[in-house]
T-cell receptor, first 111, second 116 residues
Framework: LAKTTQPISMDSYEGQEVNITCSHN???????ITWYQQFPSQGPRFIIQ???TKVTNEVASLFIPADRKSSTLSLPRVSLSDTAVYYC????????????FGSGTQLTVLP | GAVVSQHPSRVICKSGTSVKIECRSL??????MFWYRQFPKKSLMLMAT?????????EQGVEKDKFLINHASLTLSTLTVTSAHPEDSSFYIC????????????FGEGSRLTVL
């Protein structure tokens, strides 16, 4: 079971780039790294997923170093609406039950 | 992407009554669904894994008789909070996986239960 560690909270200003790093030292060979966003009183929403190197989609980038023991979610030019809790999860379909949520990172975007 | 829907989104009930929450996968079949509980400003806590056609697997400390889970079809799992009490008030969330190699989970909107 790959445990994850993230900063509890981060503050940023509108228009800035935000990088949130997650540590997952005991990641397994078959594990993918997935980031979710959660707003208050809503279910988590998928942001991005990767296995290695760099992945980019329309909302974020995910950087994964060669050893895969950490990953960094990068949000370009954040806005107030990006204020949310961000969770990084590690696992694969075989261990979906064990995709345990860590504490997550509360990102607060200030005007 | 795959869509998971929960119903109801909010429910208020009297102490001692039972409440059923539904979780549906709208455009895919989910042999496995997951139920979570979330307290204010806390992370999601996995309660149980719901398996289609078989008994659910409960996490340690979760009462099976209190939280009844039924996964009767490939698109529907239900969570019934029996004889609810105020301490059962919480935000309940379900998720499902399409079963691909990535293990990506798709979450419902959540259900806010308030027990008076």
């Amino acid at each position: 079971l790959a445990k994850t560690t993230q900063p509890i909270s981060m503050d940023s200003y509108e228009g800035q780039e935000v990088n949130i790093t997650c540590s997952h030292n005991n990641i397994a060979t078959n594990d993918y790294i997935t980031w979710y966003q959660q707003f208050p009183s809503q279910g988590p929403r998928f942001i991005i997923q990767g296995y290695k190197t760099k992945v980019t989609n329309e909302v974020a980038s995910l950087f994964i170093p060669a050893d895969r023991k950490s990953s960094t979610l990068s949000l370009p030019r954040v806005s107030l609406s990006d204020t949310a809790v961000y969770y990084c999860l590690v696992g694969d379909s075989g261990s979906a039950r064990q995709l345990t949520f860590g504490s997550g990172t509360q990102l607060t975007v200030l005007p | 992407g795959a869509v998971v829907s929960q119903h109801p989104s909010r429910v208020i009930c009297k102490s001692g009554t039972s409440v059923k929450i539904e979780c549906r996968s709208l455009d895919f079949q989910a042999t496995t669904m997951f139920w979570y509980r979330q307290f204010p400003k806390k992370s999601l806590m996995l309660m149980a894994t719901s398996n289609e056609g078989s008994k659910a697997t409960y996490e340690q400390g979760v009462e099976k008789d209190k939280f009844l889970i039924n996964h009767a079809s490939l698109t529907l799992s239900t969570l019934t909070v029996t004889s609810a009490h105020p301490e059962d008030s919480s935000f309940y969330i379900c998720s499902a996986s399409t079963g691909d190699d990535t293990g990506e989970l798709f979450f419902g909107e959540g259900s806010r239960l308030t027990v008076l």
